[in-house]
């Protein structure tokens, strides 16, 4: 099942996981993590598609796209996606 580790950047400067997000079998992605605010802003707010010139939103309805994208809205040094890779 095709999936995306979100990580973030402890206060001793370790990572750890963020969120897991995972393709359901239904085409829909379900991100679960213990930081419950953070997995409800992704399902809430969705994130932006880089791959397009709109910048449209994109929410975990929209599949493999958004897992897709991930990796480029979380890029920095506080937050990490990982690509795409399977469980």
Same mark, same amino acid.
């Given at each position: 099942?095709?999936? @995306?580790?979100?990580?973030? &950047?402890?206060?001793? *400067?370790?990572? +750890?996981?963020? %969120?897991? =997000?995972? &393709?359901? %079998?239904? *085409? $829909? @992605?379900? =991100?679960? *993590?213990?930081? $419950? @605010?953070f997995v409800e802003n992704l399902e809430r707010g969705g994130i932006i598609d880089y791959s397009s010139e709109e910048k449209k939103t994109l929410f975990?309805?929209? !599949?493999? $796209?958004? &897992?897709?994208? &991930?990796?480029?809205?979380? $890029?920095? !040094?506080?937050?990490? %996606? +990982?690509? @795409? *890779?399977?469980?």
């Open positions: 099942m095709p999936r @995306v580790e979100i990580y973030k &950047l402890n206060d001793d *400067g370790t990572q +750890s996981i963020a %969120a897991i =997000c995972e &393709l359901s %079998a239904d *085409g $829909k @992605v379900i =991100c679960s *993590g213990d930081n $419950k @605010v975990p309805k929209d !599949g493999l $796209k958004f &897992l897709e994208q &991930l990796q480029y809205n979380f $890029k920095s !040094g506080y937050l990490n %996606a +990982s690509e @795409v *890779g399977e469980s």
